[in-house]
């Protein structure tokens, strides 16, 4: 089904202030794409929400000018549409960096802040899009929940207007020997494109009073997939690769004690160091992660109800392939080209303004946009927020050097899809 955009103009006040918007924009996608949801399964889609996190910090540059800088370092798992994340707590953890950079007066580190970068195509590096805060932490699981309360330009969200792709929870008492995961994660440090690697269940580890600490698997899980996602066949969470399992690892970047190694029920200066690094032969169970979850974010991320084992078992919550059951709201995609020459244009911008807005009401404030996308280098482009269906919507594309063309009153229909695709064109400025 495609999108309806028959009544296609060009508004000259809009020109201006959208190519205002195309120069002034940053140079990324400002929200994550999502994907087309199923009845079923699907394991392509399960990447996407798997998120590289980093460190963030405000660099004063030779001239004297501030500016934010970030890169990756480890991985995270987005479990809720409005931006809750798990990873481990040593990701989280600025102490060997703030060591590293000493008292460099031109650096200073936004401790508690991390950045969220999405991948929005497999073969390409993720995108810084969110940031997001440390909301809880537990060291001696060497886990932690943050949650996303900004957008990389610093700019505050609406997590009821996020809608991100998620993973669902599973039950990781349920997880038994020579069951099948599926690891995602960033193995590189920054840059490196999102890696999918499978293995199966190869035992379990117990630790202090917790009977089931680990998981082990035979999978192959570098480095910086530290806090990323193992999931099992149905798709959901059940284990967080976790860099600590890794005793015997070799050539450690660091090395930290983040387990009670002299078993005294404590985690400090006492244990043995242990290498953070290298390759992951373990992964934390995700139901261990559910108190921490729960106290955290104020709220009941599961059910309570024992398991066989003296665990949690979760509750679904209706979610499906690690989204909702539950219809959510629809995307506008496709690509955008030049009208003479078809060939696609980078870097150009599709605008849909707020309900009951339209271009000649759009006066170029921002609390009448509703969502900027951007498009890549092969012009394609998603929308971030999801648009009801039913609802009227304006919307307007351009770029630099080319005529703004915008539609006013566009209905979205109540049986469109979730992703609605579309061809658009712009035609160079006279």
């Known amino acids: 089904m495609?999108?309806?955009?028959?009544?296609?103009?060009?508004?000259?006040?809009g020109l201006a202030l959208l190519t205002a918007l195309v120069l002034a924009a940053p140079a990324v996608p400002l929200r994550a794409a999502s994907p087309q949801q199923s009845a079923a399964p699907l394991s392509k889609s399960f990447w996407q929400g798997v998120v590289q996190l980093g460190p963030m910090a405000i660099v004063k540059n030779?001239?004297?000018?501030?500016?934010?800088?970030?890169?990756?370092?480890?991985?995270?798992?987005?479990?809720s549409p409005d931006g809750v994340i798990l990873?481990?707590?040593?990701?989280?953890?600025?102490?060997v960096l703030k060591q590293?950079?000493?008292q460099d007066p031109n650096i200073k580190l936004l401790e508690g802040l991390l950045a969220v970068f999405f991948t929005v195509e497999p073969d390409?590096?993720?995108?810084?899009m969110y940031i997001a805060q440390v909301v809880g932490v537990n060291e001696a699981l060497d886990l932690a929940v943050l949650r996303i309360?900004?957008?990389?330009?610093g700019k505050e969200v609406n997590p009821r207007r996020l809608d991100l792709p998620f993973i669902a929870l599973g039950d990781s008492d349920k997880v038994n020997i020579e069951d099948e995961l599926r690891i995602y994660g960033y193995p590189g440090i920054g840059g490196s494109t999102i890696?999918?690697?499978k293995g199966s269940v190869s035992g379990f580890d117990s630790e202090g009073n917790i009977r089931r600490a680990w998981i082990k698997t035979d999978a192959t899980i570098a480095g910086g997939n530290s806090g990323g996602a193992a999931l099992n066949v149905d798709g959901e969470l059940v284990g967080v690769p976790t860099q600590a399992a890794v005793t015997t690892a070799r050539g450690a970047a660091d090395c930290r004690r983040v387990q009670d190694t002299n078993g005294d029920g404590r985690v400090d200066e006492r244990d043995t160091c242990i290498p953070i690094g290298g390759f992951i032969n373990a992964l934390r169970p995700v139901n261990l992660a559910l108190p921490l979850l729960e106290e955290a974010l104020g709220e009941d991320v599961g059910g309570s109800a024992p398991s066989e084992r003296g665990g949690t078992q979760p509750e679904r919550r209706g979610q499906e392939g690690g989204r909702r059951a539950k219809r959510s709201g629809v995307r506008i995609a496709g690509e955008i080209v030049d009208a003479v020459t078809g060939r696609p244009i980078p870097n150009?911008?599709?605008?849909?303004?707020?309900?009951?807005?339209?271009?000649?009401?759009f006066d170029g404030s921002e609390e009448q946009i509703l969502d900027v996308a951007r498009t890549d280098r092969r012009g394609r482009f998603q929308t971030g927020v999801a648009l009801e269906r039913g609802e009227i919507y304006s919307f307007g594309w351009t770029a630099d050097r080319y005529e703004a063309v915008v539609e006013d009153d566009v209905e979205i229909p109540e049986d469109a899809p979730d992703v609605i695709e579309v061809k658009l064109e712009l035609r160079r400025k006279r």
């Open 124 to 128: 390409e590096p993720p995108v810084p």
């Open 149 to 153: 309360v900004a957008e990389i330009s």
């Open 2 to 13: 495609n999108l309806s955009l028959s009544n296609k103009r060009v508004l000259g006040l």
């Open 195 to 197: 890696t999918f690697t």
């Open 87 to 95: 990873t481990n707590q040593h990701v989280t953890d600025y102490t």
């Open 62 to 79: 030779a001239r004297g000018r501030e500016e934010l800088k970030y890169f990756g370092w480890g991985s995270g798992t987005v479990l």
């Open 348 to 361: 150009a911008i599709f605008v849909t303004l707020k309900p009951g807005v339209t271009w000649n009401d």
């Open 100 to 102: 590293e950079l000493g």
